[in-house]
């Protein structure tokens, strides 16, 4: 074989190494996102300072189900450093029908909220949310930058 004809050969085996080295990254950083929201909603569940203040960007716009709008400082300011409080969680939050779509260093995150919230008596109602995330990675780390939060009837 001449250099003329490897030259095409290497540059096509230089893309596909490209392109596969990009999917393993999508797939790294799919699978990170999923693993936030999940330990999110575990520290959501028992009201984790730590963990709300690790999710949560500074610069955060939230908008509830309510129709309510506000930021990171409101959220935290409902939230108690003392995290020795051992009371059992009056709700728990899970996620299902989760999607993850990654933009370089933007990703939007997709899922169905499930909070099953019990009362004092004990009775436990279960409420479903659409819930959308967009997140930045800065500096290594990704947060929440937007949350849209909509009860599903």
Known sequence: MNKL???PLLFIFLTQLFVLNEQKDYSNTQSLLEQLL????????????????NFWADD??????AGERFGKSE?????STDETDSEPPSAMYSAEDLQIQVYDDMAIVAFRLVA????????????NFFNTGTFLNRGGEWRAVAWQATRIH
């Open 75 to 79: 959220i935290m300011a409902g939230l």
């Open 5 to 7: 004809t490897l030259l």
């Open 60 to 65: 955060l716009i939230y908008t509830s189900a």
């Open 38 to 53: 999940i330990e999110f909603l575990n520290g959501a569940s028992v009201n984790s300072f730590e963990i709300h203040n």
């Open 116 to 127: 099953e919230i019990s009362d004092l008596g004990g009775e436990t109602e279960t409420m």
